[in-house]
């Protein structure tokens, strides 16, 4: 059954995780407080390849603007595909890449959310994740509180199964990105599906209106032509 659903949020200049409770197939953006010749609006079509994104530009009061194209490109993550359907709750986390013995860490914006050697670990892309780190991926945490409080890696290697190697990412990703801990997740508290908004799309106090449809397919005509 096609679902729609409408909403209102305030911005706070950050990206933001919109929990629908389904993937769009379509979806609508608009930004209120977008200045002449911002992106006022964008359009999102998740089954278009990797999804596509329409952008259409803010105009002045007296309708004269050179910027009146409307803007296909390929999506990264200017609106992206939020799906945490693993059990858990979002926390917080900053990537580092670099800094010697301390390479590919990562730092838990709360400390005492910091994991334990060997809990399974699942990554929620806000704005971006690292470079060589997935959301569809299963890590475990290693070196926990090595390299300071709230600080871990991650590893593709369960501790039953022999050592744990470190996976290296080669970039810190774009804030704001988050962990699941599914080993320590607190009980009747479900991740989201939905969509991420950039926060390059809106500032803070920006009013962000969304219309977002899930559709049914609807076979007309020729079958072969779906």
């Known amino acids: 059954m096609g679902q729609i659903k409408t909403l209102k949020f305030i911005s706070d200049g950050n990206a933001a995780n919109l929990d629908l409770g389904f993937i769009p197939a379509y979806a609508r953006i608009l930004n209120a407080n977008a200045a002449v010749n911002e992106v006022a609006s964008m359009e999102y079509f998740n089954q278009c390849g990797d999804a596509q ?81 997935a959301e569809d991926t299963t890590y475990y945490a290693i070196d926990c509180g090595v390299y300071g409080a709230g600080t871990f890696r991650l590893s593709k290697t369960s501790p039953q199964k022999g050592a744990q190697a470190r996976v290296e990412f080669t970039s810190d990703g774009t804030p704001t990105n988050y962990f699941v801990n ?37 076979f007309l005509g020729d079958s072969a032509n779906w």
């Open 182 to 218: 599914v080993s320590q997740s607190e009980p009747n508290v479900s991740g989201g599906k939905g969509i991420t908004i950039s926060g390059s799309f809106m500032d803070d106090g920006d009013v962000i209106f969304v219309l977002a449809i899930a559709a049914d397919d609807e």
């Open 53 to 133: 994104e329409f952008w259409k530009y803010a105009i002045a009061d007296n309708g004269t603007t050179t910027a009146l194209d409307v803007v296909k490109k390929s999506s990264a993550g200017y609106v992206s595909e939020y799906d945490s359907s693993t059990v858990g709750k979002n926390r917080v986390a900053t990537f580092d890449y670099t800094g010697g013995a301390a390479e590919d860490l990562i730092t838990c914006a709360d400390i005492t959310q910091e994991p334990i050697n060997g809990d399974v670990i699942r990554l929620v892309e806000g704005s971006g994740l690292p470079t060589g780190l």
